[in-house]
């Protein structure tokens, strides 16, 4: 999921652990094991329950949903967050269960990260579209 935060915002998540993160565009690398239109609609709605770390940046008045990045293979997340290593990583975020150094990242061109992930097999919606589409 690519998503605007319109302001900086400090994330303190439910492990009590602290994430400091700057305007911009970022990229957020998620499975769905389960239902992959579920679990994008769940971090596109802003009222929830709070679980995950994504959880404490969509329930934010600045985040901002911009397009989803579909893969169909369930096991992309990693993948994805290995490609996206050049960019601003936030070391630790969401990525609790793997080896990875983030699976969020600050965009330096969302363009040229677009592009790559067509080129990996990716789907690009916009929010709107899977909001129309999957609702």
Known sequence: MVFSLKGNLTVRVRSGKTFELKKGIYCYCGS??????K????????????????????????????EVWVFRDKEFECKLAESLKENEPVSGFGATDCSCESHLFRLRSLESERE???ELGAEIL????VLEKWK
């Open 32 to 37: 769905a094991m389960g239902s992959l239109e």
């Open 39 to 66: 679990r994008v609609l769940r971090h596109l709605k802003r009222e929830k329950k709070r679980h995950w770390h994504i959880d404490f940046i969509t329930t934010d008045i600045r985040f901002e949903p911009v």
């Open 126 to 129: 916009s929010a709107g579209e």
């Open 116 to 118: 790559k992930a067509k």
